[in-house]
């Protein structure tokens, strides 16, 4: 990891308070929408780092900063995550195989402390990821 990126993700400190990712559920901030329910909205990524990039995120956050905070009341919605990355790949012509990546706390390099998945795809992933 960069100095840079390393003490970007340090500056975000992990926190419960309101992210970009309420405003974009609130259709506050706008985000090209490429999947929506009632429980989870997945969206293009501004800042792709794949041709297919999208990020899931639950719309109620209920203490779900991060996998590490994840309790036993949450694995109904954490499945859930799953299976729409599942249906969002399907959708995007990812048959040929995708990456799912959940960053957690400052040496995952989380930057938004709302959970969400990482669906990234389009192109050969290389391996080990980082």
Partial sequence: MAASEKEAAL?????????????IIKKEIPS???????????????????????????KVKDGLTGLAKAEERHIEILGYLLYIAKVVAKQEGLGD??????????NGCQSVYHLHLHLLGGRQMNWPPG
């Fill in 11 to 23: 500056a975000a400190v992990p926190t419960d308070s309101p992210t970009i990712f309420d405003k």
């Fill in 97 to 106: 195989g995708f990456r799912i990546v959940i960053n957690d706390g400052p």
């Fill in 32 to 58: 090209t929408v490429v999947y929506e329910d009632d429980k989870v909205l997945a969206f293009r990524d501004i800042n792709p780092q794949a041709p297919t990039h999208i990020l899931i995120i639950p």
